[in-house]
């Protein structure tokens, strides 16, 4: 692999993201195809071994894309609650995990039973649950990654060419030196994030969303390229019980490759009283009954990166759109604070620049996508 951007990626994600120590055991692996990641975890597996780490490479049946529509076809219940030991060692004993997402068709299991889907969240909630613990106490640190595929390319209305552009520009991979591109933003970012230490009350509203809950006792993370590779947001886990009012996103609301189009969402006392989606209704209503964790915000986050200036469908990059926030059901991150545990995380993505605004304590934080107390 010749193409110095996997290159310059590959270091990015070793010595910045992750930071690997001599000793630290390094899980790499994907969500897709596996042709498409290789490529990128022949680069990482080279950096890690520079640094004196363990690599191994880890793959999971279910998020493997040659094997995975197998699987969820073939599979018995029994086998579909079946916990990957190698998974289970990877949450409770590794130091490091990169995860890349590359999917050769990200519509792969549109078709696949919600059912069979949400038993297979069930049966890894408790690993999922110790992986983000022990991440929230600083003992595993990880990265999930995108990657250009033709079908992101496609989903985002793009050419390959194009889109390759588009992402190594979003992780900063096309400058010389990256790793001080991210730590300029998280300078910055520092600065909303001990800004928004100590308060209260939040509440987004605008055309798209007005939502309020408190934020007593919860920490504003700010992700500037560590454990999502492009980075580019600030977020918290709202206090549970305390969400009330509605969003409407402003973009499509994918899921696992099941689009279901705009979603409307309304909240009572922290839970989602009520559901809309354009298409695949069945899917969004599914979800929330995985566990009870899922019938809450685990997370809301405004995104920063202004590389990222257009919807692609790809979350991982949409999410990070300046000039938007997202909100997702399920999950939330312990190291906000957030007691939401739940085998999901979905999030809904609302544009706010045309009028948005985040009120904190009474005071106007945010408008149309600009920082007013702090500039980011």
């Not at 206090?239 to 979603?263: C, M, Q």
């Amino acid at each position: 692999m010749n193409d110095p951007h996997v290159r310059n990626l590959a270091r990015l994600l070793v010595a910045y993201s992750i930071k690997v120590q001599p000793g630290d055991r390094v899980s790499v692996g994907c969500y897709g195809s596996i042709v498409a990641a290789m490529p990128f975890c022949v680069e990482v597996v080279r950096e890690v071994l520079r640094a004196g780490g363990h690599p191994h490479f880890q793959l999971d049946q279910v998020a493997t894309e040659e094997i995975g529509n197998v699987f969820f076809a073939e599979a018995s219940p029994e086998q579909i609650a079946h916990v990957d030991p190698f998974a289970e060692t990877v949450a409770k004993e590794f130091q490091c995990e990169v995860v890349f997402l590359c999917e050769a068709n990200s519509r792969r299991f549109s078709r696949v039973d919600p059912e069979r889907r949400v038993a297979r969240s069930r049966a890894y909630s408790r690993v999922t649950e110790t992986y983000f613990d022990r991440a929230g106490k600083g003992e595993l640190r990880w990265v999930l990654v995108g990657l250009p595929t033709p079908s992101y390319a496609q989903d985002a209305e793009m050419g390959l060419e194009e889109y390759e552009d588009f992402v190594y520009g979003a992780a900063f991979a096309d400058t010389e030196d990256p790793v001080s591109a991210w730590e300029a933003i998280g300078r910055k970012q520092a600065g909303i994030a001990e800004w928004l230490s100590g308060k209260k009350h939040f509440q987004a509203r605008g055309r798209h969303v007005d939502l309020s809950f408190s934020i007593e006792g919860r920490k504003f993370i700010s992700d500037h390229g560590q454990s999502n590779m492009p980075g580019g947001e600030i977020f918290t886990g709202p206090v549970e019980g305390t969400v009330n009012g509605w969003l409407k996103s402003t973009y499509p609301a994918i899921h696992g490759g099941v689009d279901v189009g705009r979603v409307s969402l309304r909240f009572e006392n922290g839970v989602v009283v009520h559901a809309e989606a354009e298409k695949n209704e069945a899917h969004l209503i599914k979800l929330p009954e995985t566990d009870e964790g899922a019938k809450r915000l685990g997370e809301v986050g405004i995104g920063t990166n202004d590389r990222i200036k257009i919807f692609t469908s790809n979350m991982l990059f949409d999410e990070k759109m300046a000039g938007t926030i997202h909100a997702a059901i399920g999950l939330g991150y312990p190291e906000t604070g957030s007691a939401n545990r739940s085998a999901i995380h979905w999030d809904f993505l609302c544009d706010m620049k045309d009028g948005g605004q985040i009120i904190v304590d009474d005071e106007l934080f945010y408008d149309s996508g600009e920082f007013l107390v702090v500039k980011a």
